[in-house]
């Protein structure tokens, strides 16, 4: 309900006399708007803009301006970046930090980014760690990982976590599951797994122990998005293991709605990230049992028509249960 309403309504019940409504009216289309995070956000538009225009900048003009000159300006990027993240550095702290310096974030993440971009072109052209293409993603998962807890940033976080995916050989990307063949071979769809499994362990067990419990969520969408799709993998892949599979698919995604719903219940601050679980479990979980039922179900004088039929129907239900959730969630909020 609009602040208006609110006030219109407190004024018919005569809880508020007149001069005091319209004081607060007043002060309500007066008072200051924070746009904290609208700035927060174009600046991280700006860092990553800005890397990705040195990106093209090195692809297109490497050769007239020279690598010698690319390398050293890309380090001394780098290094100014890191030392004045350093010089600012917030104080350590197991839980989350509030009081920091206004541009570390985004000169940490600016490191970053640039560091990845070092890193290609010194491999591309130097072919700085030869064939051990591994050496290049962990590296970075290894740099990135102690810099996000000791400056507290899920973006860089973030970043480690891919790195970290990369280097076990996996590229998490939904839509084109399908289509690449990094989940045709059953190692990459184990190491997926067992990796995934770690980082969730990992990120429960620090959250237990209270350190940087705010990390958990960031954990857990990357892990647990990896986690879903390497099941999925396997269940469309390898029709020896199928209902193992199908069955690890199904406890996963029971266990992501409980935790979904214990979330909700506990801490009602973490609304959208509950839903978001809940989704995954839902969305994944859908994804697995249409193709078991095609799979094992689907009758033989099934035309088109009936197949339309059974995606409408069973994409209504699917809404109607997420809408149904996401309005108990805003209502326990």
């Given at each position: 309900?609009?602040?208006?309403?609110?006030l219109n309504?407190?004024?018919?019940?005569?809880?508020?006399?007149?001069?005091?409504?319209?004081?607060?009216?007043?002060?309500?289309?007066?008072?200051?708007?924070?746009?904290?995070?609208?700035?927060?956000?174009?600046?991280?538009?700006?860092?990553?803009?800005?890397?990705?225009?040195?990106?093209?900048?090195i692809?297109?003009?490497?050769?007239?301006?020279?690598?010698?000159?690319?390398?050293?300006a890309?380090?001394a990027?780098?290094?100014?970046?890191?030392?004045?993240?350093?010089?600012?550095?917030?104080?350590?702290?197991?839980?989350m930090?509030?009081?920091?310096?206004?541009?570390?974030?985004?000169?940490?993440?600016?490191?970053?980014l640039?560091f990845?971009?070092?890193?290609?072109?010194?491999?591309?052209?130097?072919?700085?760690?030869?064939?051990?293409?591994?050496?290049?993603?962990?590296?970075?998962?290894?740099?990135?990982?102690?810099?996000?807890?000791?400056?507290?940033?899920?973006?860089v976080?973030?970043?480690?976590?891919?790195?970290?995916?990369?280097?076990?050989?996996?590229?998490?990307?939904?839509?084109?599951?399908?289509?690449?063949?990094?989940?045709?071979?059953?190692?990459?769809?184990?190491?997926?797994?067992?990796?995934?499994?770690l980082?969730?362990?990992?990120?429960?067990?620090?959250?237990?122990?209270?350190?940087?419990?705010?990390?958990t969520?960031?954990?857990?969408?990357?892990?647990?998005?990896?986690?879903?799709?390497?099941?999925?993998?396997?269940?469309?892949?390898?029709?020896?293991?199928?209902?193992?599979?199908?069955?690890?698919?199904?406890?996963?995604?029971?266990?992501?709605?409980?935790?979904?719903?214990?979330?909700?219940?506990?801490?009602?601050?973490?609304?959208?990230?509950?839903?978001?679980?809940?989704l995954?479990?839902?969305?994944?979980?859908?994804?697995?049992?249409t193709?078991?039922?095609?799979?094992?179900?689907?009758?033989?004088?099934?035309?088109?028509?009936?197949y339309?039929?059974?995606?409408?129907?069973?994409?209504?239900a699917l809404?109607?249960?997420?809408?149904?959730?996401?309005?108990?969630?805003?209502?326990?909020?």
């Amino acid at each position: 309900m609009s602040p208006e309403k609110v006030l219109n309504e407190l004024g018919k019940q005569g809880i508020l006399s007149p001069e005091q409504q319209s004081l607060l009216a007043d002060y309500e289309q007066k008072k200051p708007v924070s746009i904290h995070w609208e700035l927060r956000s174009m600046l991280y538009v700006g860092i990553t803009a800005l890397s990705a225009g040195l990106g093209y900048l090195i692809y297109a003009n490497f050769d007239q301006i020279g690598h010698g000159s690319l390398l050293l300006a890309m380090i001394a990027g780098c290094v100014a970046s890191l030392v004045y993240a350093w010089l600012n550095r917030p104080v350590w702290s197991t839980t989350m930090v509030t009081d920091r310096a206004a541009f570390t974030d985004y000169a940490l993440l600016l490191f970053c980014l640039l560091f990845l971009t070092l890193e290609g072109y010194a491999q591309y052209q130097y072919t700085l760690f030869g064939t051990r293409y591994g050496l290049a993603t962990l590296l970075p998962a290894l740099l990135f990982l102690p810099l996000a807890y000791r400056f507290d940033h899920r973006g860089v976080l973030a970043i480690a976590l891919v790195a970290l995916i990369s280097w076990v050989g996996v590229t998490v990307r939904p839509l084109n599951l399908y289509l690449k063949t990094n989940f045709f071979a059953q190692p990459t769809v184990l190491s997926a797994i067992g990796l995934s499994l770690l980082l969730i362990g990992v990120a429960l067990a620090l959250e237990r122990r209270s350190i940087k419990a705010h990390f958990t969520y960031t954990y857990l969408t990357t892990a647990g998005n990896l986690l879903l799709i390497a099941l999925l993998g396997g269940l469309f892949n390898f029709r020896e293991q199928r209902l193992l599979y199908a069955l690890a698919l199904l406890v996963t995604c029971v266990g992501f709605d409980l935790y979904a719903r214990y979330e909700r219940r506990t801490k009602p601050d973490r609304v959208a990230g509950s839903f978001l679980f809940l989704l995954m479990a839902t969305v994944y979980g859908y994804i697995g049992l249409t193709f078991l039922f095609f799979t094992y179900f689907h009758p033989t004088n099934w035309g088109d028509g009936w197949y339309y039929w059974y995606f409408i129907l069973t994409g209504i239900a699917l809404i109607a249960y997420l809408i149904r959730q996401l309005t108990g969630s805003r209502q326990t909020a």
